[in-house]
């Protein structure tokens, strides 16, 4: 009987770490479930120094497949930040107890770090620096502290309005 994480290769585990990395889980998070080997194995397996005998020679070619295919998930993902606005805007409260809204500026720079960690990745597993170029340009249209959220709508509202007339 034998304790601890499986070591031998199989097919079976191969094709579901496979189909997992090139789905967008990391390495990492796959081995975390008990029936995985550990991560450092399925390092090795990747390694085309790694013995043949033990690994196929076709698996260190189907880990890289899939890497390229999570990479081209992780250039879609960066869309998908770059386009999701719903947290940049924030209400505050005034010393006076109104409220206002206001530009959330630790919330974009959050999504920058993970464009351009998702960026650095790409870059890693496509071996090239992708073609794709991601510029950050904030318009500041932030209501003045005086200024309600009532009344900030009710403004942005009639601008809105007389740019449709």
């Known amino acids: 009987?034998?304790?601890?994480?499986?070591?031998?290769?199989?097919?079976?585990?191969?094709?579901e770490i496979l189909e997992r990395i090139a789905a967008g889980e990391s390495v990492t998070r796959i081995c975390r479930d008990e029936h995985m080997p550990d991560r450092a194995t399925v390092f090795r397996w990747a390694d085309p120094s790694y013995p043949a005998e033990e690994v196929p020679a076709s698996f260190c070619d189907a880990y890289k497949r899939a890497r390229r295919v999570q990479a081209h998930g992780w250039l879609d993902e960066s869309i998908d930040i770059v386009d999701d606005s719903r947290n940049d805007w924030v209400e505050k409260e005034t010393r006076t107890g109104g409220s206002y809204i206001a530009f959330?500026?630790?919330h974009v720079q959050r999504s920058k770090l993970r464009i351009e960690h998702r960026?650095?990745?790409?870059?890693?597993?496509?071996?090239q620096q992708p073609e794709v170029t991601i510029s950050h340009h904030v318009?500041?249209?932030d209501a003045p502290p005086e200024e309600t959220r009532e009344q900030w709508e009710a403004r942005r509202l009639k601008e809105l309005q007389e740019q449709g007339s």
């Open 119 to 127: 960026k650095y990745l790409v870059e890693r597993c496509l071996g």
């Open 1 to 15: 009987m034998s304790i601890g994480r499986p070591s031998k290769y199989t097919d079976q585990l191969a094709t």
């Open 104 to 106: 959330d500026h630790e």
């Open 139 to 141: 318009k500041f249209v």
